[in-house]
């Protein structure tokens, strides 16, 4: 193995782990392209001392090495750097991404420390993909999941589960909750309906006909 190869090898890790740090750059991440970059290059040349650092010891009797015993330990030891990605605000954990995205290329620069680069570069395409493509996806899946209210205020009697059920059609199977209270203003009742598993769309629809009614005021929806 020549410098030129092992110099080649770290600039490849370098490039690899850059391409993975722009897309968390631009989310603003604190782990972003510099750490990203650094956490490949650093696993790479793990792997290139694990693998060809202690050939001369080789020729000695009885003596044989394992190159992925340093490998094993770069990849439980990057977890650090995951766990400081790793935030609590308010009831919400972030950072989980952030910290599988350094995990991930802590393996690719083992990859190409190991002279693995088909693997490696498809290793890259395939967590860019994940991370910027799968994501809108996700954030769709999630809001269909995502419960939403509708509030309403509607004079007493004027809106029921019946009428509830005739407005939404057969998405009124996905009413969680039907709930009435009475309302300050004398003749006026507070309504709450929750739905589950349906898009913002069919919900703005919903809340838009049951606006249409007579006598009701007020008519807002929220997602929780």
């Known amino acids: 193995m020549t410098n030129v190869e092992l ?3 770290l600039a490849a890790a370098a490039a690899a782990g850059s391409i993975v740090g722009v897309e968390r750059e631009r989310l603003l991440w604190a782990a972003g392209l510099r750490t990203h970059m650094l956490v490949c290059v650093g696993a790479c040349l793990a792997m290139i001392v694990s693998a060809y650092g202690f050939e001369d010891l080789l020729s000695y ?3 044989s090495l394992d190159p992925s015993r340093v490998a094993a330990q770069v990849v439980s030891g990057v977890s650090f750097l995951g766990a400081g990605t790793i935030l609590l605000r308010g009831e919400v954990v972030r950072g989980l991404t952030t ?3 350094l995990w991930s290329v802590a393996a690719v ?3 190409i420390g190991g002279g693995l680069y088909v693997p490696a570069i498809a290793a890259v395409a395939l967590i860019v993909g994940i991370l910027a493509g799968v994501k809108p996806l996700e954030e769709r899946y999630r809001d269909r999941l995502a419960i939403k209210e509708v509030k309403l205020k509607a004079p007493s009697g004027a809106l029921t589960i019946e009428v509830l059920n005739h407005v939404a059609g057969l998405r009124a199977s996905r009413v969680r909750q039907f709930l009435v209270r009475p309302h300050a203003e004398v003749g006026y009742e507070e309504i709450t309906i929750s739905f589950v598993r ?3 769309t069919s919900v703005d629809e919903i809340a ?4 249409e009614m007579d006598g009701v005021q007020f008519v807002s929806d929220d997602a929780i």
Do not use: C, E, Q, T
């Open 7 to 9: 110099v080649g090898r």
């Open 109 to 111: 620069g083992l990859a």
């Open 208 to 211: 838009d006909r049951l606006s």
């Open 99 to 101: 910290a599988a995205s």
């Open 61 to 63: 009797p009885n003596v």
């Open 198 to 200: 349906l898009s913002k």
